[in-house]
């Protein structure tokens, strides 16, 4: 069973940066070398919305909202997922979760619980 774990969310000055981690486990091997993973965020009130994904080939692709100020990448020798966020502004502010697509191999998609991020101005 994949598990998916968020850390380094907190509370940031608009301007400032976060690095955000999404650990998985349960999976022999590199998960990421063989799905797309992407991060996602969720604000009160609002849908959830992609914020960047990155394939099994390293293509990436970003929300309009965060291209130039956020990093998607991953190390596959330890299973883990970044999000490198600089230049924050407030309208970053919500909860970002880790989303690993496997629905091709394994029929479904995984998720983390989440990682408050709060950006005060």
């Known amino acids: 069973q994949v598990q998916l774990v968020e850390s380094g969310g907190g509370l940031v000055q608009a301007g400032g940066s976060l690095r955000l981690s999404c650990a998985a486990s349960g999976f022999s091997g590199s998960i990421f070398s063989v799905t797309t993973t992407g991060w996602y965020r969720q604000a009160p009130g609002l849908q959830r919305e992609l914020v960047a994904r990155i394939d099994s080939g390293g293509s990436t692709n970003y929300a309009d909202s965060v291209k130039g100020r956020f990093t998607i990448s991953t190390d596959n020798a330890k299973n883990t997922l970044y999000l490198q966020m600089n230049t924050l502004k407030s309208e970053d502010t919500a909860v970002y979760y880790c989303?690993?697509?496997?629905?091709?191999?394994?029929?479904?998609?995984?998720w983390g619980q989440g990682t408050q991020v709060t950006v005060s101005s």
């Open positions: 989303n690993v697509d496997a629905r091709r191999l394994w029929g479904r998609e995984y």
